[in-house]
């Protein structure tokens, strides 16, 4: 049993030039790495307000210049098609109790840079909101998604001078 042992460790000394090497035990150990990535669902708007200035009764105006008026960003990352809509809640309250129809209103989606589906040409507001934009499978990836919009608002001829004033309101809303 001795005589093996020493041709062992001539043969391993023969071999490795020179060197004795020692064996080493290793071991490993396995840890999960786990991380929750929070929705991210949103909707901002480059402007808080639209002016349309000094018109006369009967008068058109369109607000756009470079090619829109105002931008929407929508972002989410949940992987479910959102719809954008636009209402108008009240007509245009002026002095002293004037209405000026929401029907002398319109809008007109300008661009996008998303997949989905938008209106084309000029659209007016009634009762219910209406639909801007449908998103498609990539809007819903994380990335931010712009919609420019153009406004027009056509003055009634016979309508009481002041200022005139409404909400309009934008709703993102994810489909389930």
């Not at 790495?33 to 708007?45: D, I, K, M, Q, R």
């Not at 909101?129 to 998604?145: C, F, K, L, M, R």
């Amino acid at each position: 049993m001795i005589k093996k042992i020493r041709i062992v460790l001539v043969i391993v000394f023969l071999f490795s030039q020179g060197r004795i090497y020692a064996a080493q035990d290793e071991i490993q150990a396995d840890a999960v790495a786990s991380v929750v990535v929070g929705t991210a669902f949103s909707l901002n708007l480059d402007k808080t307000s639209l002016d349309f200035g000094l018109l006369n009764p009967g008068e058109r105006i369109e607000l756009y210049s470079a090619g829109y008026y105002h931008q929407l960003t929508g972002l989410s990352n949940n992987k479910k098609n959102w719809v954008l809509k636009i209402a108008m809640p009240a007509d245009f309250a002026g002095p002293g109790g004037a209405l000026m129809s929401k029907a002398s209103f319109k809008w007109q989606l300008f661009w996008t840079n998303g997949s989905g589906i938008k209106k084309e040409g000029w659209e007016g507001l009634g009762d219910d909101p209406q639909v801007i934009y449908t998103s498609g499978p990539a809007d819903s990836q994380g990335e931010e998604i712009y919609i420019q919009l153009r406004y027009a608002l056509d003055v009634p001829e016979n309508i009481p001078s002041g200022n005139y004033s409404t909400i309009l309101v934008y709703t993102m809303t994810e489909t389930i």
